[in-house]
């Protein structure tokens, strides 16, 4: 960059897909898939590129503020460049003129915040966590006036609320790194508007494997369909036959975090339609969840770690207690130590659902089917629900994960049968602890309809 007529460097990028991304001159370009690849660097280092033009205008966001901060953070450095940084207005100013804003856009409509300004750069990181609405709108704010070129420059992981529209958009059938072109006519004459996809793995980061080897190490340790999305940029992650869950059936019933809050705000909505799910560690290392659910929507879920039984059942307790849902509506994993926190809530006159897993079926649900097991029955109760938008997720990418990576399978005699915990574990690499809770709580529904069936339920 050009100061007092000198060029500093306060940045260099790497060579391989960090300098193709610095260096596309397509509208719209896509930085992505695997993690630790060097996106962000890119994202924000690119937006210097025409900063000696005192007209020049970016914009760099992130869906929410307290992870927009980590990007702030990195452009400390924008000072050695003569970069004066505004923290009221979140934006640099340069020499030139030229300015660096940074933003955020958490709740829809949020997007309309941003309407009237134009921007010549415009880059969102993780734009997997951004709506097609959020990024369509904003997008539309790249405009440029003054003779130089608009870019719109993003870095995606797989998965997440936007992973449908980033799919249709830049991957699925398209090739990497190759331009495609979308040509419009106007008054005669013809526009087109140029898009590619970049990838780029933790292999291509050259300087974070020097400096964090093991870094490429934790990601090969993730459970299966992580490491493919992760390690190695996967988007194809729904694309398993005998996979329980779907991915685009959870990501098209997201609850919105407005939504989410609203939710919390009314606690005191009626106690008979909150359902809470625990699933209690069994292992050192894994975590005791609570799931709570109350018209049909996943309004929180709640994790612990390493807390023993005492712990978990003074929480069960508090739950009935002090949230006031009813012990009927509050279903409890009893095939391991969870048992113990049955019997301490027992004592306390306590009666909560039992889950255990291998016991028979409740005798509701699906009619064309036959379960396995109770644990069978109640991950299909899940599946449809989920399936068919009756129950609403919140945006937690390790639930979600932990959901689509739920196998299962029919035999002939259509009898459904989930895989049991033990192998879910096996391939996972570690216990499914947040969907256990949101199928438990779901199943503590399940059983008082069972009960108003008057049929007796052990
Ligand atoms: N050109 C570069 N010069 C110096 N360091 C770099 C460069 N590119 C990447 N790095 C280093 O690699 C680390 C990871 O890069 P970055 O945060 O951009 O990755 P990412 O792909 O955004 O990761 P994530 O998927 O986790 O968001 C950075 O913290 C930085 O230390
Ligand atoms: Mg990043």
Known sequence: VKNDNKYKTIWTPQEGPQTAFLKTNAYEALFGGAKGGGKSEALLFSSLRFIDNGNYKALILRRTFPKLLELIERSRCFAAIGGKYNRQERMWRFHSGAIIRFGHCEN???ELNYQGQEYQYIGFDQLEEFTETMYE????????????PVFIRSTANPGGVGAIFIKRRFIDAKEPNRKYYRTYELEGK????????????????????KNDPAYAAKLMDLPEKMRRMYLYGDWNIDNEPDQLIKYEWISEGLLTEEERI??????????EKVFAGIDVARYGDDMTCIAIISDDRLWEMRKYEKIDLVQTTNLARALIEEENIPPENIALDCDGIGAGVFDNLKSYGYYVRQIIGGSRPLPVGEESYTFRNLRSGIYWNLREAIRTGKLKLINDQLLINELISIKYKISQDRMIQIESKEELKKRLGKSPDYADSLCYALAAGLFKIANGLNITIF
């Open 190 to 209: 013809k526009h087109s508007l140029c898009s590619v996809f970049i990838p780029s793995t933790v292999f291509d980061n050259k300087i974070l494997m």
């Open 137 to 148: 709108t904003i997008k539309a704010q790249g405009r440029s006036s003054i003779g130089l």
């Open 108 to 110: 829809p409509g949020d």
């Open 262 to 271: 609203r939710k919390l705000s009314c606690r005191n909505a009626d106690r």
